[in-house]
């Protein structure tokens, strides 16, 4: 048997039974048994035929002599519980199912999944699948897939797919541009392996330099982001994550489940684990393409090389739209530029040598290698354009980034590619060379974008939601969180209990009580309807605000009152500063998120917050405080004092903590929590449990 079987069962058996095994022109048992041809161990075919391509053919898995790693099944569905179970006595490690007819199809296929999954399970068979694409090691070679072809191998890139036209993709991208992989998992329907275990298995994967996931779900969400969490601080990984517009806002009482909706979470969750999402399959794989082929960036400064004043000033202005820095030079440096270029050339940045053809082979070698040996730059993208996509000009700038890689240069070059498609041969001479080339400027500075994003992201220390929940001790404050929605004074004293400031308030049943209660907390105070049918106060009228004396409090109080049976009324001093909002969610995939932003009764309209999954630290509270659009707010306008926005962060760990500490609770919202130049404090919240 293999060490470690499972996953590594998968991409390195040493023999491999393929069930379905075929002669057959044109059947799938024939297309995977050409496929496997090139394996370097040994197949052995699984059918009723007597033999196949020549060698003896075996009735069941069970009489193949000798051990089996792993057997791909290509049967029709009905036949694969029998055969796993086969499998399982064999003490198979892993199967490949190919079959549909599953829970795609389903109820009648949901329930064969299920006696599949049952009979992997029971024998100790992990199964890939099913309804799925294959297996593909190319560095093996393995290809136990449905495709016409092999990817070409010793790229790095390690690719995680649902959809089989992905796993064809691949194919077809290193046949035109230069794509390199190491290994293709297709998961089909997800049946047993789960994202989180892919994830964990190609990070220790030594083949293995950069992680593309091209999914239609997340499976074990809570266990990806925990092993995403501590995978890209080491390796970066590019993920399109479909299902952005699916409505998924929930029937909420509060405001952070209004804005919580799933794919915000699943954004956030990704972001903050260190995930480059983008939007699309080629997005992800041009990324993959830039960290595979050069050395990782290391900051966002960029230089652009190019010959047309057009596309150098759209190119950086995409960039730009990326978050990236396209900076003038220094003096220094331009002047070494100025002396290399024509005089009528610019050597601002982005470096504009003009049409001067017959120097193209001379210039843009020398001017690469000097803005990437500057120390003034993190990335270089030259322009080849039309006369400059020269078979010539391309194979200088390989030798120039050849060079640099020879010396231990860390700034990668990517080449932006204007060129008809006659010139493809001479791009080639770049990918062959791991430089890659990127049509038009837009893939371009998209493709770098996310290359600088996962750059920036590596060697960063995995945040205090990466470690599984039971190795964290959160804090649970001896309070009972019954169902529903709490009443205010229970609430009130939860949050206290977790170490979050709440204003002082009263809980009144009468208007005399509240009179008395304005008295005590002195002037001036506002007065607050508690009732749990009028979850938003303001939507009914129930806050009253600047209340200075006592005909006021109680004429407002008996206003409250009446506005519901058995409406109380909550007396408040009143206190002025930033509107925030901070809240938790529980989310079906995520589990326990915090919600911080701008609050106030606009909170939903603004829509200025962040996400995070919880728990997290006070640096990364901070970071989300700072993210907000209207973040500048913090650092004091027209005269106001700046915000100490450490108790601020104080309090989103200490709401992120209470949420993952009490399972109990499915949401929670503060809003607003008023923030100043000396203090913070909550002046109205609701939590709802079960």
Known sequence: MLTGGGLAAVFDPRRVALVGAS??????????????????????????????????????????PGEVDLAVIATPAATVPDIIAAAAAKRVSAVVVLSAGFAETGPAGAKLQAEAVAAARAGGV??????????????????????????????????VTQSGSYGMAVHALGRDEGLRVAKVFAAGNKADITDAELLGYLREDPATSVICLLLESITDARGFFAEACRTTPVKPVIAVVHGRTRAGQRAAVSHTAALATDDAVRDAALRQAGVARVRTGLQALDAARALSGQPMPRGPRVAVVTNSGGTGVELADLLADEGLEVPELSGPLQDELRALLPGYASARNPVDMTPTWRLFTTLYPATIELLARSGEIDVVVPVLLQRSASAEVAAAVRDAVARLRDDGVPVPVYVCWVAPRAADA???????????????????????????????QAGRPPGPAA???????????????????????????????????????????????????????GYPVVAKVAHPALTHKSDVGGVRLGLFTADAVQSAAADLLALADGAAVLV???????????????????????MTGFGGVLVEARRDVQLAVAPVDEAQAGALLRSLRGAAVFTGLRGRPPVDLAPVAAMIVAVGDLMAGHPEISELDLNPVLVGASASIVVDWRILAG
């Open 426 to 456: 001479h791009a080639s001479l770049l990918q062959e060379a791991g430089v890659p080339c990127f049509p038009w400027p837009e893939r371009t500075a998209r493709a770098v974008g996310v290359a600088v994003r996962c750059g920036l």
């Open 572 to 594: 408040q001093p009143q206190r002025e500063g930033i509107e925030l909002v901070i809240g938790g969610v529980r989310d079906p995939e995520f589990g326990p998120v915090i």
């Open 23 to 64: 002669d057959r022109a044109g059947s799938m048992g024939r297309l995977l048994w050409d496929n496997l041809a090139d394996f370097p161990g040994e197949v052995l075919p699984v059918c009723q035929a007597a033999t196949v391509g020549g060698r003896p053919a075996y009735p069941d898995l069970r009489d193949v």
């Open 126 to 159: 992990r199964l890939v699948g099913p309804n799925c694409f294959g297996v593909q090691n190319a560095d093996l070679p393995l290809n136990a897939s449905i495709s016409a072809g092999a990817p070409r191998g010793g790229g790095g890139v390690s690719i």
């Open 467 to 521: 470690s599984p929940p039971s190795l964290q001790p959160s804090p649970r404050p001896a309070v009972p969180v019954g169902p529903g929605l709490l009443a205010p004074d229970a609430a009130r004293e939860l949050l206290a209990a977790a170490g979050v400031p709440v204003i002082e308030t009263v809980l009144c049943d009468s208007a005399a009580m509240a009179v008395s209660a304005a008295a005590r907390l």
